[in-house]
């Protein structure tokens, strides 16, 4: 059981430059989710999706695009990268959320560390 | 908006308790929390939803005072495996969305 998949681990960008960071879950869970953390600080979260079709913006979306064509897939797209990007980013997915909470924990990817000089 | 969790850190010799605190200005609907070691992906340990009673895992539970819009994490009889980062996450107005505090660094030393 594979849960949770992000690539790549680590992603050194040039300002301006673009990219992809991919996520992939094989827990056929509906809800997905994209965060970032910096050093030594919280998650923030940048955007999420309900199911597929259907991405919304979380507290820090500008710089970043998200699509869902699948239940598996939520990539996050980078269209041109500043050095306030530098950060850890974390995909997460969940059974359900809302009324059903109790069995929605989130389920985190491993990271992608990106540094944008 | 974010919660906010104190203290920011906490040292602890094996065996002794402490509490986190996760604070709303909002009404919440529910509370995660989660553990993170260092370089690793946050690890769930619990969820609590408002009317929800108190929650264990093992010898770490957790409250969730809806008047207050506050959740507290209690450690107990710490244990080594315990040191890392405690996040709460808050979710408010059923809207699927978790908020992470800006977490507490928990360190247990021998």
């Known amino acids: 059981n594979a849960g949770v998949t992000q690539t790549p681990k680590f992603r050194i960008l040039k300002i301006g430059q673009s990219m992809t960071l991919q996520c992939t879950q094989d827990m056929n869970h509906n809800y997905m989710y994209w965060y970032r953390q910096d050093p030594g600080m919280g998650l923030k979260l940048i955007y999420y999706s309900v199911g597929a079709g259907i991405t919304d913006k979380g507290e820090v979306p500008n710089g970043y695009n998200v699509s869902r064509s699948t239940t598996e897939d939520f990539p996050l797209r980078l269209e041109l990268a500043a050095p306030s990007q530098t950060s850890v980013y974390f995909c997460a997915s969940s059974y359900s959320g809302g009324v059903d909470s109790y069995n929605s924990p989130l389920h985190f990817g491993n990271g992608t560390r990106l540094t944008v000089t | 908006q974010q919660p906010v969790q104190s203290p920011q850190a906490v040292i602890l010799r094996e065996g002794e308790d402490a509490v986190i605190n996760c604070s709303s200005s909002?009404?919440?609907?529910?509370v995660h929390w989660y553990r993170q070691k260092h370089g690793e992906a946050p690890v769930f340990l619990m969820i609590?939803?408002?009317?929800?009673e108190q929650k264990g895992h093992d010898k770490i539970s957790a409250s969730f005072n809806e008047k207050k819009q506050q959740s507290s994490l209690y450690l107990t009889a710490s244990q080594l495996s315990y040191s890392g980062t405690y996040f709460c996450g808050t979710e408010t107005n059923n809207d699927y969305k978790l908020s992470f505090g800006a977490g507490t660094t928990v360190t247990v030393r021998a």
């Open positions: 609590l939803l408002k009317g929800g």
């Open positions: 909002k009404a919440l609907y529910s």
